[in-house]
Nanobody
Framework: QVQLVESGGGLVQTGGSLRLSCAAS????????MGWFRQAPGKKREFVAA????????YYVDSLKGRFTISRDNAKNTVDLQMNSLKPEDTADYYC?????????????????WGQGTQVTVSS
């Protein structure tokens, strides 16, 4: 079992930045790929970014490339999502997730463990 706890959400103005963090505990010795997803009110959960165990492989949804950056620190068991140039459409609950699978990182069903989410609100 892996427990995931997100932090760093909040209210920010358009054009601002936020850094989300996800802390993992439990069976962190396993090599998990970590992902970030988001879900806006009334919408489906959508993929944001993922990072492989070593940190060398990253994968982003095309629409967010260049604004969002995922990183991880395996020594600290954390995964961060740096979000820059935020827009009102980035408003959502952001979730951290972990998977031991090596493919389909963009699909929510691929992930075995989920955090409770952290809310991000971007004001116009």
């Amino acid at each position: 079992q892996v427990q995931l706890v997100e932090s760093g959400g909040g209210l920010v103005q358009t054009g601002g930045s936020l850094r989300l963090s996800c802390a993992a505990s439990g069976r962190t010795s396993s090599r998990y790929t970590m992902g970030w997803f988001r879900q806006a009110p009334g919408k489906k959960r959508e993929f944001v970014a993922a990072i492989g165990w070593s940190g060398l492989s990253t994968y982003y949804v095309d629409s967010l490339k260049g604004r969002f950056t995922i990183s991880r620190d395996n020594a600290k068991n954390t995964v961060d999502l740096q979000m820059n140039s935020l827009k009102p459409e980035d408003t959502a609950d952001y979730y951290c997730a972990a998977t031991s699978r090596l493919t389909n990182w963009g699909q929510p069903a691929t992930y075995d463990y989920w955090g409770q989410g952290t809310q991000v609100t971007v004001s116009s």
